[in-house]
């Protein structure tokens, strides 16, 4: 029987156990579906239509204020913000109110017993109600620790400034792959209908040649030759749209437009060289004042040192005040409502053993973020440097294959008047044109990348795209205001009150 009860008592156990466990249930299809569309809905919602070709600053300013990844850095601020205001809450005192109903099932009665003799000296009594009710507010505040969250609200501050100047970052380097996106669609724009329309006169001619083979006139192995340079020729142009088509695509990603909107550029012929008339030397300066990362590991540097401040503080002793309001219902007391309140000083001696390491390690911290600020400093002038020299490389570049082309452009000239007096044939002006297109392919790409090192020259000096205050959040107001911007550095303006002011010593 003992053995049948346990069986029991087990099999109860078990199924106890089964019937608390925490079953996960996978996501139904619908609901997938569901937020699929709603997030599809928030992604494209409410930006302003495209009216009419889009300009280079347009599709910067659409970036800058609907590119989702600059979204989620505003929102981080925005959250930052908020842990500020949080964390100024830890300086306020504790304050507790508790309030409840207390009961028993018995009478809470005692009785005294005498040390000497043992016996009994006071017959059973109570002094408390079996029911009653209770409530206190209490307030406790130390100051010790007031002065501990003092410095982590100003780190949390500090935090708030970083997430600023990671959002400085995103922005610079959105505006930045937008430029460089921009040049490569327009080289697309510009090109693409030639490529489309060369191909058409390709595949025409690989047709009347196989119509003239199918029908056996002239040598085989010359029309096969033929054929031959045709399909190169188609192959080569294949390559070469395959690598335009996708400049608008990613265009139209940082730009944050819905897939498969069409849109067109303000594309012209004018290849206009950008010039750089800023000294290298300020802009040196601006890059060690005003790059992100630096000034990052400039509020790094100052939470760090509030570390160190806050492993000092906790040697000293803590004072603690403390004042509360009671009530209880019991019927045994003589006041049934009292105020209390004391002072008294608490430390905790181990803290005294700890300090040393915990200070030690604290002015480790300020070591390790004033080295790396340091070597950070060194990368970004190099950033600098390279950034000018891929600037003058891309120059050179551009100009070389600006005189190609207009070599190549000559020439097909001189083709087509050839080709209308019939002397030479469909392949050699085909080759000759395919020749042209090439070359305005390299032009225009090297162009693009012209325009890219010279955008990248003053990003790696930590140059704001946008200036502090902005009349409005109209796409075309955040256009103009980028255009003033870069008209201010092409004349060689980069005024450091337009830049970030330095962390102030604390």
Same mark, same amino acid.
């Not at 504790?94 to 040390?115: H, I, K, P, Q, T």
């Given at each position: 029987?003992?053995?049948?009860?346990?069986?029991?008592?087990?099999?109860?156990?078990?199924?106890?156990?089964?019937?608390?466990?925490?079953?996960?249930?996978?996501?139904?299809?619908?609901?997938?579906?569901?937020?699929?569309?709603?997030?599809?809905?928030?992604?494209?919602?409410?930006?302003?239509?495209?009216?009419?070709?889009?300009?280079?600053?347009?599709?910067?300013?659409?970036?800058?204020?609907?590119?989702?990844?600059?979204?989620?850095?505003?929102?981080?601020?925005?959250?930052?913000?908020?842990?500020?205001?949080?964390?100024?809450?830890?300086?306020?005192?504790?304050?507790?109110?508790?309030?409840?109903?207390?009961?028993?099932? %018995?009478?809470?009665?005692?009785?005294?017993?005498?040390?000497?003799? =043992?016996?009994?000296?006071?017959?059973?009594?109570?002094?408390?109600?079996?029911?009653?009710?209770?409530?206190?507010?209490?307030?406790?505040?130390?100051?010790? *620790?007031? =002065?501990?969250?003092?410095?982590?609200?100003?780190?949390?501050?500090?935090?708030?400034?970083?997430?600023?100047?990671?959002?400085?970052?995103?922005? %610079?380097?959105?505006?930045?792959?937008?430029?460089? @996106?921009?040049?490569?669609?327009? /080289?697309?724009?510009?090109?693409?209908?030639?490529?489309?329309?060369?191909?058409?006169?390709?595949?025409?001619?690989?047709?009347? #040649?196989?119509?003239?083979?199918?029908?056996?006139?002239?040598?085989?192995?010359?029309?096969?030759?033929?054929?031959?340079?045709? +399909?190169?020729?188609?192959?080569?142009?294949?390559?070469?749209?395959?690598?335009?088509?996708? @400049?608008?695509?990613?265009?139209?990603?940082?730009?944050?437009?819905?897939?498969?909107?069409?849109?067109?550029? @303000?594309?012209?012929?004018?290849?206009?060289?950008?010039?750089?008339?800023? *000294?290298?030397?300020?802009?040196?300066?601006?890059?060690? /004042?005003?790059?992100?990362?630096?000034?990052?590991?400039?509020?790094?540097?100052?939470?760090?040192?509030?570390?160190?401040?806050?492993?000092?503080?906790?040697?000293?002793?803590?004072?603690?005040?403390?004042? !509360?309001? $009671?009530?209880?219902?019991?019927?045994?007391?003589?006041?049934?409502?009292?105020?209390?309140? =004391?002072?008294?000083?608490?430390?905790?001696?181990?803290?005294?053993?700890? /300090?040393?390491?915990?200070?030690?390690?604290?002015?480790?911290?300020?070591?390790?973020?004033?080295?790396?600020?340091?070597?950070? #400093?060194?990368?970004?002038?190099?950033?600098?440097?390279?950034?000018?020299? %891929?600037?003058?490389?891309?120059?050179?570049?551009?100009?070389?294959?600006?005189?190609?082309?207009?070599?190549?452009?000559?020439?097909? =000239?001189?083709?087509?008047?050839? $080709?209308?007096?019939?002397? +030479? !044939?469909?392949?050699?002006?085909?080759?000759?044109?395919?020749?042209?297109?090439?070359?305005?392919?390299?032009?225009?790409?090297?162009?693009?990348?012209?325009?890219?090192?010279?955008?990248?020259?003053?990003?790696?000096?930590?140059? *704001?795209?946008?200036?502090?205050?902005?009349?409005?959040?109209?796409?075309?107001?955040?256009?103009?205001?980028?255009?003033?911007?870069?008209?201010?550095?092409?004349?060689?303006?980069?005024?450091?009150?337009?830049?970030?002011?330095?962390?102030?010593?604390?």
């Amino acid at each position: 029987m003992s053995r049948n009860r346990k069986l029991f008592s087990v099999s109860l156990l078990a199924l106890v156990v089964s019937g608390c466990a925490v079953t996960s249930q996978p996501i139904d299809r619908s609901v997938s579906e569901q937020r699929a569309k709603s997030d599809l809905y928030e992604m494209y919602k409410d930006q302003e239509a495209l009216n009419g070709p889009l300009t280079l600053h347009q599709a910067m300013a659409r970036a800058v204020k609907y590119n989702l990844e600059a979204r989620l850095k505003v929102m981080e601020e925005a959250l930052a913000h908020r842990q500020l205001d949080l964390a100024s809450y830890d300086m306020l005192p504790r304050m507790a109110l508790s309030a409840g109903y207390a009961g028993r099932s %018995n009478v809470s009665a005692s009785s005294s017993e005498s040390v000497q003799t =043992g016996t009994q000296s006071l017959e059973p009594s109570t002094s408390q109600d079996r029911n009653r009710r209770v409530a206190d507010l209490t307030m406790v505040w130390n100051v010790l *620790d007031f =002065g501990v969250s003092y410095i982590s609200a100003k780190q949390q501050g500090d935090q708030r400034l970083i997430v600023q100047e990671r959002r400085r970052k995103v922005v %610079n380097t959105i505006v930045q792959d937008v430029r460089s @996106a921009y040049w490569r669609a327009v /080289a697309a724009e510009r090109l693409l209908k030639q490529i489309d329309s060369l191909m058409a006169r390709v595949d025409q001619a690989r047709d009347n #040649s196989q119509r003239m083979s199918d029908q056996r006139i002239g040598d085989p192995v010359q029309a096969l030759s033929y054929q031959r340079s045709l +399909i190169q020729a188609t192959r080569q142009l294949e390559e070469q749209r395959k690598a335009l088509s996708l @400049a608008k695509t990613e265009l139209a990603t940082l730009i944050n437009l819905a897939p498969g909107t069409s849109f067109t550029l @303000a594309t012209s012929d004018d290849y206009s060289i950008p010039e750089l008339k800023v *000294d290298l030397g300020v802009l040196e300066n601006e890059a060690l /004042a005003t790059r992100p990362e630096l000034r990052e590991q400039d509020y790094q540097t100052r939470i760090s040192a509030a570390e160190t401040r806050k492993a000092m503080l906790r040697l000293l002793p803590g004072l603690e005040f403390s004042a !509360g309001g $009671h009530y209880d219902s019991n019927s045994f007391l003589v006041n049934d409502k009292w105020a209390d309140f =004391g002072v008294k000083v608490t430390w905790n001696l181990f803290n005294v053993l700890s /300090a040393p390491a915990a200070i030690d390690v604290a002015k480790a911290g300020e070591d390790v973020a004033a080295a790396r600020r340091q070597a950070m #400093s060194v990368a970004v002038l190099a950033q600098l440097y390279v950034a000018k020299a %891929n600037y003058q490389e891309a120059l050179r570049q551009f100009k070389t294959s600006q005189q190609l082309a207009n070599i190549d452009g000559q020439i097909v =000239g001189q083709l087509r008047s050839r $080709h209308q007096a019939a002397g +030479i !044939g469909e392949l050699e002006l085909i080759q000759g044109e395919l020749n042209t297109l090439q070359a305005d392919l390299r032009r225009d790409l090297a162009y693009a990348d012209l325009r890219n090192a010279y955008g990248q020259i003053f990003a790696s000096a930590g140059l *704001d795209p946008l200036p502090a205050q902005l009349s409005s959040t109209e796409v075309q107001a955040i256009a103009g205001a980028l255009a003033s911007q870069e008209s201010k550095w092409a004349a060689g303006d980069i005024a450091a009150a337009q830049s970030p002011k330095a962390p102030a010593a604390k």
